[in-house]
């Protein structure tokens, strides 16, 4: 890969593309996931955007979101609309990624783009923003690069990358992939753990647009030609199309797992991707003699250990129960044990099926 004497200009796309379905009901259309307020008083929102402009500054920041959060979005980022790109259904990462490529790519061309995820918990921004920094280094001399997060503990929701080969002194500390492994059952955590060499999938990536770009033409052809029309216009008329005939696909699976050009830095500070109940209570404290209340203290708790309280006005009695997340918005209450707490997407599809879209 050819160096190059310029650092090209950074750009930072938030990517908000998810129903947050796992953290219903605080999660809704109206008020979805990333708008949460889970630590302190910024939302995941805040905190990703907060980290997007210490990348790339505060004119290169971008957001892609839903049709349906749209609103909602635009209101909580107050980013310009032309900054929001509006997906008008939900076909997966490596649409909402190539779209954004080729809108950066035609506004800036040469331009590097970090790809971060609207509802992650990384508390040291400047860790995060130093490692964004060596990452957008590696993708300027042409490589897709993906954070690899060190593991702490043999989980099983995430997906892992293998590290390969040092890249070499032109980038210290970066490495090939070897490969991606899908999430593991808790044995092969717990091997992949013992071993070393494997790092958690943090799904935050560094490329050049033009890359990226080439590399979905090269791997993800059926994607490619949705996203042709777009590098020329994005017109609503000529986004409603190509969103028609687009693939659903993981940008993982789509151009990642099939590249040679992908690198990975991997890292060491803390990073929660806050997937569902579970995780959420993970990173506030819980644990088998801890309960934690969000949002105030408007819980009474007897003999009540391990859980995941988040209130909504009205007080909460808990009796000598474990491991639940018990959730009040006041028109709806989700009584969950912490470890099937990602099955609550079942009981969004049981609203759908009854109609309660009130409650969506």
């Not at 920041?61 to 980022?77: D, F, G, I, P, Y």
């Not at 129960?321 to 099937?340: E, K, N, W």
């Amino acid at each position: 890969m050819k160096r190059k004497d310029a650092a090209p200009p950074r750009h930072a796309v938030v990517v908000a593309g998810g129903a947050g379905e796992r953290f219903w009901p605080r999660s809704r259309r109206a008020h979805p996931k990333p708008l949460m307020r889970v630590a302190g008083r910024s939302t995941l929102l805040d905190a990703a955007l907060a980290h997007a402009r210490r990348f790339a500054g505060p004119d290169r920041v971008w957001l892609v979101c839903t049709r349906e959060n749209a609103k909602a979005m635009r209101r909580a980022s107050g980013l310009s609309a032309s900054r929001i790109l509006v997906e008008p259904r939900g076909r997966n990462t490596a649409m909402a990624v190539g779209w954004a490529a080729a809108h950066i790519e035609k506004h800036e061309p040469g331009a590097v783009l970090a790809v971060l995820a609207a509802d992650h918990v990384v508390p040291d921004a400047a860790a995060f923003a130093k490692a964004l920094r060596r990452a957008a280094a590696a993708a300027a001399d042409g490589a897709l690069v993906t954070l690899g997060v060190q593991p702490t503990r043999p989980e099983t929701g995430y997906g892992y990358i293998q590290v390969g080969s040092a890249v070499g002194r032109a980038h210290p500390g970066v490495h090939r992939v070897k490969r991606f492994r899908e999430k593991p059952d808790a044995k092969q955590a717990q091997r992949m753990l013992r071993a070393g060499g494997h790092l958690w999938n943090a799904g935050i990536f560094v490329w050049r647009a033009a890359v990226v770009l080439d590399e979905i033409e090269r791997h993800a052809p059926a994607l490619a030609r949705a996203l042709a029309p777009l590098r020329r216009s994005h017109a609503k008329a000529t986004v409603e199309r190509a969103y028609a005939r687009a693939p659903s696909l993981p940008i993982d699976v789509a151009v990642l797992e099939r590249s040679d050009r992908v690198w990975t830095l991997p890292v060491r500070f803390h990073w929660n991707d806050v997937g569902s109940w579970a995780s959420l209570a993970l990173e506030l404290g819980v644990d088998a003699q801890t309960t934690r209340v969000v949002g105030g203290d408007a819980a009474i708790l007897v003999d009540a250990d391990g859980n995941l309280v988040w209130p909504s006005g009205r007080t909460i009695a808990l009796l000598g129960v474990a491991g639940l997340a018990v959730i009040d918005t006041g028109d709806a209450l989700l009584v969950a044990r912490l470890d099937r707490s990602g099955d609550v997407r079942r009981v969004v599809a049981a609203l759908r099926e009854r109609a309660r879209t009130d409650l969506l």
